[in-house]
């Protein structure tokens, strides 16, 4: 028996309100390190752009060997693709290094790719499957086609 056992204070289950505070801040700390759903949505645009830029890439190689009477206004549109893709993973690598995340490396295991990661000290892996990879690449594309054409729909206005 202990001195606290016919004390009826010490069986509520009442929490002082700065132990309550002393247990948010350490269960937040735990937490602290774990990425948040929208820094993994970064995380995976971080992997996502540099594809993009590449496939972008080739298309303008492709363009510069091609016959066609178009090329010109063709290659101008793929540059300003292309820099419209630059600057959003330049923005994206300056958010991350802001909120401490660091994209290490890759490996391949049958058809998913994943990154190894470091957020806040926290290392986890951020896999994604190549097909879910060239859907999210095709998306990202369309949405930066539309944005360019609707550039210029203003521009000719």
């Given at each position: 028996m202990?001195?606290?056992?016919?004390?009826?204070?010490?069986?509520?289950?009442?929490?002082?309100?700065?132990?309550?505070?002393?247990?948010?801040?350490?269960?937040d700390?735990?937490?602290?390190?774990?990425?948040?759903?929208?820094?993994?949505?970064?995380?995976r645009?971080?992997v996502?752009?540099?594809?993009?830029?590449t496939?972008?890439?080739?298309?303008?190689?492709?363009?510069?060997h091609?016959?066609?009477?178009?090329?010109?206004?063709?290659?101008?549109?793929?540059?300003?693709?292309m820099?419209?893709?630059?600057?959003?993973m330049?923005?994206?690598?300056?958010?991350?290094?802001?909120?401490?995340?660091?994209?290490l490396?890759?490996?391949?295991?049958?058809?998913?790719?994943?990154?190894?990661?470091?957020?806040r000290?926290?290392e986890?892996?951020?896999?994604?499957?190549?097909?879910?990879?060239r859907?999210?690449?095709?998306l990202?594309l369309?949405?930066y086609?539309?944005?360019?054409?609707?550039?210029?729909?203003?521009?000719?206005k």
């Amino acid at each position: 028996m202990t001195k606290l056992d016919g004390n009826v204070r010490w069986q509520s289950k009442m929490l002082l309100t700065e132990h309550q505070e002393q247990y948010e801040s350490r269960h937040d700390s735990k937490a602290a390190g774990r990425a948040t759903p929208e820094e993994l949505t970064m995380i995976r645009d971080h992997v996502l752009l540099p594809h993009l830029l590449t496939i972008l890439q080739s298309s303008m190689n492709k363009l510069e060997h091609a016959p066609n009477v178009l090329n010109k206004l063709f290659a101008a549109m793929g540059r300003q693709l292309m820099n419209r893709v630059s600057k959003d993973m330049y923005a994206l690598r300056r958010e991350l290094r802001r909120r401490n995340i660091k994209i290490l490396n890759d490996e391949q295991a049958d058809l998913v790719v994943y990154y190894r990661y470091v957020c806040r000290g926290y290392e986890d892996r951020f896999g994604i499957v190549r097909e879910v990879m060239r859907a999210e690449i095709s998306l990202r594309l369309t949405r930066y086609v539309r944005e360019l054409t609707e550039l210029t729909k203003e521009y000719g206005k």
